[in-house]
């Protein structure tokens, strides 16, 4: 962690505290699912731009093969 700045467990933590705050109770479910599809999008953008767009890089930072990136990034439209 860079001093200062909140690790992405903590981001998350508090992300989801509010998203709680928010639902003031109100029923939810699937909450997995949810999470993994607000995450994985940006996950995905950022690194591909880390990468230059590179795929097979993209692929080794995310321990993913480049097939399975190329699914997912397919998927959220972004090839």
Do not use: W
């Not at 998203?19 to 999008?41: H, I, M, P, S, W």
């Not at 953008?45 to 990468?51: A, D, K, P, R």
């Not at 795929?55 to 321990?63: E, K, V």
């Amino acid at each position: 962690m860079i001093a200062g700045n909140p690790t992405l467990a903590s981001s998350v933590e508090k992300a989801l505290e509010c998203y709680f705050e928010q639902l003031d109770g109100a029923k939810t479910c699937d909450l997995y699912n949810l999470v993994l599809e607000e995450v994985e999008r940006p996950l995905l953008c950022s690194v591909m731009e880390y990468v230059d767009h590179n795929q097979s890089r993209a692929a080794d930072l995310l321990g993913l093969s480049r097939g399975t990136l190329r699914k997912k990034l397919k998927t959220h439209g972004l090839m």
